[in-house]
């Protein structure tokens, strides 16, 4: 099993939709991101959680929300989907101390007509 | 700021031959990361190898090493015998001691040619 797993994996759906993605991960890590890719770019830090109390916002947190509802779970929605919003979305966890290698799930395509 | 910098979009190497892949960064502290990530075309983000800042020896994993260069901040990934499946987009990133995210590089396309 993966140790950060993400649902789902791929996603159409229309604009004006409220949207959840789902992130759990069995690392035991406390820190928790959630990133967007899109074509031909690096990755983008939407938001970010140190533990289950911390909710941080990252570069590009504009039509974004968080939960972390547990310390091995962390959402992402998107409360009103737009077509600039189609992108590839990482979920991604790493340790609470030092600079220490982040690891991502296999990521969400979302796109969004 | 932190920024990361990889010059080649993209790079050709024949099988079985060894590639090194670019990257600088720039960042005013002291203690930090510095990380490669293989994305191949299904899109997953895979974790290679890691530097930390005050590691005096390079890092090295399997067929990954990383060429650690402090003083040019520099950070080269080199592969050794290069395989078919090693083609895919090649990030550099890094981390500080108390940051928040990692900070990518635009990346570096390999294609491995038989």
């Known amino acids: 099993d993966a140790d950060v797993t993400q649902t789902p994996r791929n996603r159409i759906t229309k604009t004006g939709k409220r949207i959840m993605l789902e992130c759990s991960q069995t690392k035991g890590h406390d820190r928790m991101y959630w990133y967007r890719q899109d074509p031909g770019l690096g990755l983008r830090l939407i938001y970010y959680?140190?533990?289950?109390?911390?909710?941080n916002k990252g570069e590009i947190s504009d039509g974004y929300s968080v939960s972390r509802q547990a310390q091995a779970k962390f959402s992402l929605s998107l409360e009103s989907a737009i077509p600039n919003q189609t992108a590839l979305y990482f979920c991604?966890?790493?340790?609470?101390?030092?600079?220490?290698?982040?690891?991502f799930g296999d990521g969400t395509r979302l796109s969004i007509l | 700021a932190q920024k990361i910098t990889q010059t080649q979009p993209g790079m050709f190497v024949q099988e079985k031959e060894a590639v090194t892949l670019d990257c600088t960064y720039d960042?005013?502290?002291?203690?930090?990361?510095l990380f490669w990530y293989k994305q191949p075309s299904s899109g997953e983000m895979i974790f290679l190898i890691y530097q930390g800042s005050y590691d005096e020896q390079n890092a090295t994993e399997g067929r990954y090493s990383l060429n650690f260069q402090k003083a040019r901040k520099s950070a080269n990934l080199v592969i050794s015998a290069s395989q078919l499946g090693d083609s895919a987009m090649y990030f550099c990133?890094?981390?500080?001691?108390?940051?928040?995210?990692?900070?990518f590089g635009a990346g570096t396309i390999l294609r491995v040619k038989s």
């Open positions: 960042t005013s502290d002291q203690s930090y990361g």
């Open positions: 959680s140190f533990d289950v109390k911390d909710i």
């Open positions: 991604a966890t790493s340790p609470g101390t030092g600079p220490r290698p982040q690891h």
């Open positions: 990133a890094m981390t500080l001691e108390y940051g928040n995210k990692l900070v």
